[in-house]
């Protein structure tokens, strides 16, 4: 996170944990308004902000917009599978390996 401020970058890490925290809570809407504000004010945290935002995809049944947001991260292979099956693309889901 070169260039953010340590301030900022703690409040950052905040806002992805608390994402998780209202994931996990089924607050999917609000766990994706605050995963854009991280994105908005880091890049360098894209990473995460995409793994949450496939996440939050993932779980309001919007399966391409999942799919496209965890192909950007490297640790997310069970839910891009699963968004592969609700896709219909299986050999894709298949050749998840985690």
Not at 1 to 26: D, Y
């Amino acid at each position: 996170m070169a260039g953010v401020a340590p301030a900022l970058r703690t409040q950052l890490e905040g806002f992805q944990t608390s994402a998780v925290v209202l994931l996990q809570a089924g607050r999917t809407d609000l766990a994706l308004q605050w995963a854009d504000q991280v994105a908005a004010r880091d890049p360098a945290l894209g990473w995460s902000y995409n793994h949450r935002r496939g996440w939050a995809c993932l779980a309001r049944g919007r399966f391409a917009e999942a799919a496209q947001a965890l192909t950007q991260t490297d640790d997310a292979h069970l839910l891009l599978a699963i968004a592969y099956v609700r896709l219909g693309r299986m050999a894709d889901a298949r050749a998840q390996r985690w």
